[in-house]
């Protein structure tokens, strides 16, 4: 069964820095896809990235961007530039390729934004 | 706004009940997608309906059932509840069914509290 772990239960950054959000996951297959979603105060669960495994390539979406070891099966998110809107829960996820959007889910990081 | 509805807001019912939780998904979205969020258990896949066809299972009791119709409206139903049932339920959806390329939308959730 596949398994995703975050093992940072809480971070914390000044505004304007850089933070990591560590994951490393579990599985046997090898053409996944790896993500990032941020769950703000509001609830909803909003995409902030995706990796594809089968591509070399770290994904980044603006100040957002991965380091995928899919080696050492380790898909760490580096934010930016923080800024205060970015204080969310963020998980990782992982799925099969072909079972579309059926995510195993991280436990989650709680990430702080101090101004 | 992510474009998926899902009503009510919250929920408040007691030990032994049964509630009907109501998804639409964004216009054009074949997929949708239960998900279960609580303290114990974390973020859970439920279950997966593509076209009006169940397309896949994960950890749903089998006190829960869901369905998706005509109009690709879901509900999912929630009999005899206990307290630990008490969670948010993520319906997510997306243009397909099968491969994890088109993104998932996620609804604000419903908030069940089971008393």
């Known amino acids: 069964a596949q398994t995703v772990t975050q093992s940072q239960p809480e971070m914390s950054v000044q505004e304007a820095e850089t933070v990591t959000l560590s994951c490393t996951y579990d599985?046997?297959?090898?053409?996944?896809?790896l993500f990032w979603y941020k769950q703000p105060p509001s609830r909803q669960m909003i995409l902030v990235i995706r990796?594809?495994?089968?591509?070399?390539q770290n994904a980044t979406e603006n100040r957002f961007s991965v380091n995928f070891q899919k080696a050492a099966k380790s898909f760490s998110l580096k934010i930016s530039d923080s800024q205060l809107g970015d204080a969310a829960m963020y998980f990782c996820a992982y799925s099969h390729r072909n079972t579309g959007n059926q995510f195993y889910f991280g436990t989650g990081t709680s990430l702080t934004v101090i101004p | 706004d992510s474009g998926v509805t899902q009503t009510p807001k919250h929920l408040i019912t007691a030990t032994g009940q049964r509630v009907t939780l109501r998804c639409s998904p964004r216009s054009g979205d074949l997929s949708v997608y239960w998900y279960q969020q609580s303290l114990d258990q974390g973020l859970q896949f439920l279950i997966q309906?593509?076209?009006?066809?169940?397309?896949a299972k994960g950890n749903i009791l089998e006190r829960f059932s869901a369905q998706q119709f005509p109009d690709l409206h879901s509900e999912l139903n929630l009999s005899s509840l206990e307290l630990g049932d008490s969670a948010l339920y993520f319906c997510?959806?997306?243009?397909?069914?099968?491969?994890?390329?088109?993104?998932?939308?996620f609804g604000q959730g419903t908030r069940l509290t089971v008393v």
């Open positions: 599985t046997s297959e090898s053409d996944y896809y």
């Open positions: 997510a959806s997306s243009v397909g069914g099968g491969a994890a390329a088109t993104e998932a939308f």
């Open positions: 309906y593509y076209n009006g066809e169940e397309r």
């Open positions: 990796q594809e495994a089968y591509k070399q």
